[in-house]
């Protein structure tokens, strides 16, 4: 798989020693040098080759020469993506990320 040269370039799809990640959705948060993307996905578990649950994870990608490279992620539980939408959803409602 030829490396990433754009964001629009970079996907999850993969096939590992561990078995196959499906991307089923991407959403672009930062775009530029440093660029940061949420990733919906699932993958095969070895033991049934079946696809598993949905899952969620945010990488960080940094171009360097050229190329996307990931440099950092964070994988989402069902719980920890909960308490990250009902957090942030309070501090937009309570103006905290106005930057005022």
Do not use: C
């Not at 079946?50 to 171009?63: C, E, H, V």
């Amino acid at each position: 798989m030829p490396q990433p040269e754009t964001v629009d370039e970079i996907t999850i799809d993969a096939e590992t020693d561990f078995g196959t990640v499906e991307q089923l959705d991407k959403v672009v948060l930062t775009k530029g040098v440093w660029s940061t993307i949420l990733f919906r996905y699932r993958e095969i578990d070895p033991k049934t080759n079946d696809f598993g649950p949905n899952k969620a994870t945010i990488k960080r990608y940094q171009k360097h020469q050229g190329y996307y490279k990931k440099r950092d992620s964070v994988n989402l539980t069902e719980a920890s993506a909960r308490t990250l939408v009902q957090v942030l959803s309070e501090w937009l409602k309570d103006g905290k990320l106005t930057g005022k």
